[in-house]
């Protein structure tokens, strides 16, 4: 982890220039402590009054052109801004039905009958697989509890689901097919056949 911080609000401006100004910018400017400064000179100042920081000086630069031509390209820069934020939290702000506390339900819940079905499919394979349904059972019950606790955001609760599902079916699967393996047997492959060429007893 690189750096933790409060949220902070960005503003985008993008400028169309013609590929020979900004080729030579950058060339201009290569080798030296400030590579791109000559860039941002010959760009126009952030029309926006709460730039934090210096306004030659961006937090993010893209520059997009096309590879079949060399005319004009647009070059893209963000500044961090005092501009207040919000921040959803996944409490019903988005428009989506992900990003609201009904959504993240729906999710979890479905997540929990899932592994109990897997759980189900697991129970009656020989060995450990008894105790592994309980451990399937008990993350089930586990996303019950979260769902019914404080909301998550959407995207956090379909991670949450999806990785609750691998890792119980990843051993549901690979249980149920060693224990089918096991099963059957050589016994399952059918009556071995006379090898080619070969004859029997006289």
Not at 2 to 23: C, D, H, I, N, P
Not at 108 to 126: F, Q
């Amino acid at each position: 982890m690189l750096e933790v911080r409060a949220a902070f609000g960005l503003y985008e401006q993008s400028s169309k220039l013609s590929w020979s100004s900004v080729s030579s910018a950058l060339t201009s400017g290569a080798g030296t402590a400030g590579p791109f400064q000559p860039l941002f000179d010959t760009l126009s100042a952030p029309n926006h009054d709460s730039i934090v920081g210096d306004p030659a000086r961006p937090r993010f630069l893209e520059i997009l052109l096309s590879s079949r031509s060399r005319g004009a390209c647009q070059v893209r820069r963000r500044w961090e801004t005092s501009a207040p934020v919000t921040v959803d939290h996944g409490e019903g702000g988005g428009e989506e039905i992900y990003c609201k506390p009904v959504g993240t339900t729906v999710i979890l819940k479905t997540a929990a009958s899932i592994l109990r079905v897997i759980a189900g499919i697991v129970a009656p394979l020989p060995f450990w697989a008894a105790v592994r349904a309980l451990e399937i059972s008990k993350r089930a019950l586990e996303l019950d509890v979260m769902s019914l606790g404080e909301p998550v955001g959407g995207g956090e609760a379909i991670a949450i689901a999806c990785e609750a599902i691998w890792w119980a079916d990843d051993f549901g699967g690979r249980g149920a097919r060693g224990a089918g393996a096991r099963a059957q047997g050589p016994a399952a492959l059918g009556p071995a056949e006379p090898a080619e060429g070969r004859s029997g007893p006289q």
